[in-house]
């Protein structure tokens, strides 16, 4: 059973070709299809590498492997051939979505100074009695 935001077996079947078979130096990479969903869950949460679940192997190996293949350009060949392959054939929708907000504050409200600032007290002074924000003497 394939997880939410993890390769289906069509999708592994496209990508596998492009991955190296070999690790560095020779050696035998952990099961690639198991890091590229971990790569995908991380992508998608946008969580801490270290919150990686165990199911995906040791979140070290995970960000290594991303940070390897971007490197050497594995993960754009990856990315050029699933978009380009399945825009094709009219499966990407390509749209955007814009999401802000405009706040705007007053000028005092982030603390600037008021004209005439130095003039006014901000709070009572005991010995004089004056009000608050009462015009200072002098």
């Known amino acids: 059973m394939v997880g939410r935001h ?3 077996d ?4 496209r990508i596998q070709p492009l991955l190296p078979v070999t690790g560095g130096q020779g050696g035998r990479w952990r099961d690639h299809r198991q890091v ?6 991380h992508a998608h949460t946008g969580v801490p590498w270290r919150d990686l679940p ?3 192997g040791p979140w070290k190996t995970v960000h290594e492997r991303l940070r390897k293949w971007t490197a050497d350009g594995t993960w754009e060949r ?11 054939v009219g499966a ?3 749209t955007i979505s814009v999401d802000s907000s405009n706040v705007r504050a007053h000028q005092h ?4 100074r008021k004209k005439g600032a130095a003039a006014l007290r901000s709070r009572p002074s005991p010995s004089t009695g004056r009000r608050w924000g009462a015009p ?3």
């Open 6 to 8: 993890e390769l289906t």
């Open 10 to 13: 069509a999708s592994w079947a």
């Open 36 to 41: 590229i969903n971990g790569i995908l869950w």
């Open 54 to 56: 165990q199911r995906y």
């Open 78 to 88: 990856i990315l050029e051939h699933v978009v380009v392959k399945d825009d094709a």
């Open 92 to 94: 990407v929708e390509w």
């Open 109 to 112: 409200a982030a603390g600037a």
């Open 136 to 138: 200072a003497a002098g």
